[in-house]
């Protein structure tokens, strides 16, 4: 499978390496057994498809799913332009995924798929198709089969929000042993 800036996807053996190939992952500032301090991307590689990606990914902040509750709790945590680009790493890694496994996005709007794919075709060049059949694309016209698919995005919005809420970071496994054991404590 092949897109434009990534290539052949085989080239990547992780989506960590895409991610790194757009310059998407934070600079890892460390020496030797010292703590490892994490700053900003890298900003090596490609910058228009990074600066594509990024634009996108405020694109999805803006509609309702999974990557909107995304957005929601990183801007909470650590401002707007941040959880942008957290957006957008979580993109890369989503088109990975997608481009490895040959899969489509599992929270797609149908319509709104089809309302794209046939304008980009017409601006294309492709012939109007005229007649009393209705296209793919009449289900995007029709106002509650656009309101049932964002409801349904609305949902796993909802479902990943709940599922983020019950979340909490484990302590790792020293700590946690050190505290369980009161051997260590003398």
Do not use: C
């Not at 319509?111 to 980009?120: N, Q, Y």
Request: charged share 25%; no cysteine.
């Amino acid at each position: 499978m092949r897109v434009a800036a990534v290539g052949d996807i085989g080239r990547f053996s992780s989506p960590q390496k895409l991610v790194s190939y757009f310059g998407l992952n934070p600079r890892v500032r460390q020496s030797g057994l010292g703590a490892a301090h994490h700053g900003r991307i890298s900003k090596v590689g490609r910058s228009h498809a990074r600066a594509m990606l990024v634009e996108a990914a405020w694109a999805a902040a803006k509609t309702p799913g999974p990557l909107h509750a995304f957005f929601v709790r990183i801007r909470a945590r650590r401002g707007h332009q941040v959880a942008a680009v957290a957006v957008a790493r979580k993109l890369t890694v989503l088109v990975w995924h997608m481009l490895t496994k040959e899969a489509d996005y599992l929270w797609a709007r149908p319509s709104l798929f089809a309302h794209k794919m046939r304008s980009m075709e017409l601006q294309a060049g492709k012939p109007q198709k005229k007649g009393n059949s209705r296209g793919p694309t009449y289900a995007y016209n029709v106002k509650e089969l656009r309101n049932q698919e964002m409801r349904v995005a609305e949902q796993a919005q909802k479902g990943y929000e709940h599922f983020v809420e019950a979340w909490r970071p484990r302590l790792p496994k020293e700590k946690a042993r050190g505290r369980l054991s009161p051997a260590r404590l003398e």
